[in-house]
């Protein structure tokens, strides 16, 4: 069994831009962005699994996976914390980081971060969302999966099972848990993909500096895209 995982929470149903974790950056869609820039990290990561649903709508993501020798697993579409669930099942580890698949430009040292946090500190669950200070599009969650497994049978609300964590944000005095949180407060910044808009400036940043990208930290990215 790992110790880590890396989870990507991929869908083609996002209701602002549908079918952006395929979008054409360059020649290759943002999914392969995203992966590659945890694949050229030469950062000794964890393993990463792509999560998508089993809607047929998802097929392309599947495809993806297939054609680029991506593991990845398929499960319910509106249920993701069960969809993780399953997952745990079939690939056991003994955390899973959660990240969204939207953030092409996700720095893999926050990764690696948040993992020496949880081995100081013994965490059932971490996040840069309990106070967000990082930019939109570097969000990182760190979640024992055996606390994940037992508390999923506590789940109640719909936005519990669409959301995975929201229930560790709603009962955090239950839960062993750390917000890790940057020295300045970016979070009005973004570097994820939510907008057309958000499309077309994460294009030409890869247009400029090509696959340099990869190796970029986040205040590289955030620096340079308002640069340029």
Not at 2 to 8: A, D, G, L, N
Not at 55 to 66: R, V
Not at 75 to 82: H, I, Q, T
Not at 86 to 97: D, N, R, V
Request: charged share 25%.
């Amino acid at each position: 069994m790992e110790r880590y995982q890396i989870v990507i929470q991929a869908r083609m149903s996002s209701s602002r831009l549908p079918g952006k974790v395929l979008q054409p950056i360059g020649d290759k869609p943002l999914l392969h962005h995203l992966c590659t820039r945890l694949e050229n990290s030469a950062l000794p990561l964890p393993p990463v699994i792509i999560a998508t649903s089993d809607d047929p709508g998802d097929d392309l993501i599947a495809d993806f996976c297939k054609a680029n020798g991506a593991r990845y697993f398929r499960g319910s579409l509106n249920n993701v914390a069960s969809r993780f669930l399953e997952l745990l099942k079939l690939y056991p580890s003994a955390y899973f980081i959660r990240i969204n698949a939207d953030s092409p430009l996700l720095d893999p040292r926050l990764i690696l971060q948040a993992i020496d946090i949880v081995d100081d500190l013994n965490c059932d669950f971490l996040s840069t969302a309990i106070r967000r200070t990082y930019p939109v599009g570097q969000g990182v969650e760190v979640v024992k999966s055996a606390v994940f497994e037992s508390v999923f049978k506590s789940f109640i609300a719909d936005d519990e099972f669409e959301h995975v964590t929201t229930y560790f944000y709603n009962n955090l005095e239950s839960v062993k848990h750390f917000s890790m949180e940057n020295d300045v407060d970016c979070s009005s910044e973004s570097l994820a993909v939510d907008t057309l808009e958000d499309l077309k400036k994460i294009k030409n940043f890869f247009d400029i500096y090509g696959n340099k990208v990869y190796t970029f930290t986040w205040q590289e990215c955030l620096k340079r895209l308002k640069h340029d």
